[in-house]
């Protein structure tokens, strides 16, 4: 074989054998070299990058390291929306076909003005200041209060959700808020309006819900009211609505009317759901004590469609703002059963209020709103209830809308999910202890 051509068939492999140490080298160089390793990642958020081995010394240090820039960016966090807040910042939760009327909002002042909305009672209830009647449920570092204590921003963002408490329980009684949603990107966020007693009786426990779903850009707020009795879970009673109005834009009343007959949802004075007690109930009925709570978590594993769309944190922080508290009803300790004796004048007169009995206006505007803003109810919901649960009145004009699977007739993918974060109560305000702390991380219900 002639010498060039035997070198030219030895070239290639040496070439080949030349650039594969060329680049073994730059691999371990790689392997070994952090700061290169993280200059290649800078583009690939989404790929874990290997730990280094460091001394006890360099960990407490690096911790050490963390934790200051976590205080240092919470205090920002905390700066930011508080000046936000004192503006009246507006953020745009999307395009609506409807715009709503502007909201003129102070969180310094007592008085939230929306248009013809503007009250300094709750059906004739007084409104009270936040110490008045509620302390802070879990991170108390993301509840914000205004300067005269009548308006609370609840704060959700990377570290965690955030909750306030009634400081005391109430045999029946009477909630209510003026709340403003988020606004801006809201997918995965449930922002909840609720009594509850399951700080007492963990597996027997009542509730009622208001809950707020958010949703992406450009699309509106949904939100389902929900009751237990007696810890039936398993029997949820879920109804599902659209809003006519932005509530990232309007501050808008909503009420929780519980009384020993029936349980009425208000959105202003506009009565949407009504659940009349009857015998056949028996203990799914909502009958023990119970605290009003107000929380805004992280559920992105169900709270907009089905958990396909996730918190963003990059738009944080989320605000959800309450004001014009109010509260009324009979104040009792559950570990003290023999002060429900007392309650008996009390209860009668909420049996009895106006708000407790819905006129025969109030019953066509709740008409009206089921049959074109209910989207799902477990009433007619025959495939999940073969027998129609005792509570529930079929309604022709609202049956006649709703398919076998209790949805509106051509919505699908709808998802219940449970359970919002719970603080735990060390005590109610009268023994001397304002409300239970706990620190709750943004978990998936």
């Known amino acids: 074989m002639h010498p060039l051509r035997s070198l030219c068939r030895t070239i290639p492999p040496l070439s080949l054998l030349f650039f594969s140490l060329l680049i073994v080298a730059n691999f371990r160089n790689y392997l070994i070299n952090p700061v290169d390793r993280d200059q290649i990642n800078t583009d690939l958020t989404d790929q874990p990058i290997p730990l280094q081995q460091v001394s006890g010394e360099e960990k407490l240090q690096q911790t050490e390291e963390t934790r200051q820039l976590v205080e240092h960016t919470r205090q920002q966090v905390e700066e930011t929306t508080q000046q936000l807040l004192s503006e009246s910042a507006n953020v745009s939760s999307g395009d609506w076909e409807d715009k709503p009327e502007e909201t003129s909002y102070d969180i310094s002042t007592t008085t939230v003005s929306t248009g013809d909305n503007n009250l300094v009672t709750a059906f004739g209830i007084p409104t009270i200041t936040f110490s008045q009647g509620y302390a802070p449920l ?31 329980y109430y045999d029946y009684g009477f909630f209510s808020a003026k709340i403003k949603l988020p606004g801006n990107y809201s997918a995965g966020i449930v922002v909840a309006f609720y009594t509850s007693n399951v700080n007492i009786y963990d597996k027997t426990h009542d509730e009622l819900d208001f809950e707020f779903l958010g949703n992406i850009h450009g699309k509106p707020w949904k939100f389902q009211t929900n009751l237990y009795g007696n810890g039936s879970t398993h029997r949820g009673r879920e109804e599902r609505y659209n809003l006519w109005f932005d509530p990232a834009k309007e501050v808008h009343r909503y009420t929780i009317v519980w009384t020993s007959k029936k349980i009425i949802f208000y959105i202003d004075e506009t009565p949407i759901r009504e659940v009349v ?3 056949a109930m028996g203990l799914d009925y909502p009958s023990k004590p119970m605290s009003l ?14 958990g396909k769309y996730k918190v963003q944190y990059r738009y944080q922080p989320f605000v959800a703002e309450f004001s014009e508290l109010a509260l009324a009803g009979c104040t009792i300790d559950p570990s003290q059963p023999a002060q429900a004796a007392g309650c008996a004048d009390k209860i009668a007169e909420l049996d009895t209020a ?21 989207y799902y109810s477990y009433c007619y919901d025959t495939l999940r209830y073969n027998v129609t649960p005792p509570e ?19 919505v699908t993918n709808i998802k ?20 239970g702390f706990g620190w709750c991380q943004g978990v998936n219900p």
């Open 354 to 374: 106006d708000f407790a009995t819905i006129t025969p206006e109030g019953r066509q505007a709740m008409l009206q709103f089921r049959t074109k803003h209910m």
């Open 138 to 168: 879990f991170s108390d570092f993301n509840i914000l209060r205004s300067t005269d204590d009548r308006t609370v921003s609840l704060l959700l963002n990377q570290y965690s959700g955030s909750g306030f408490i009634s400081a005391d």
């Open 416 to 435: 219940f999910g449970r359970r919002r974060h719970r603080g735990r109560r060390r005590g109610s305000r009268r023994k001397g202890n304002p409300g």
């Open 293 to 306: 709570y107000a929380t805004i978590w992280d559920a992105s594993s169900w709270a907009t469609n089905g």
């Open 277 to 279: 007690r009857n015998e």
């Open 392 to 410: 529930c009145v079929i309604v022709p004009a609202e049956q006649e809308i709703f398919n076998e699977k209790g949805r509106l007739k051509g």
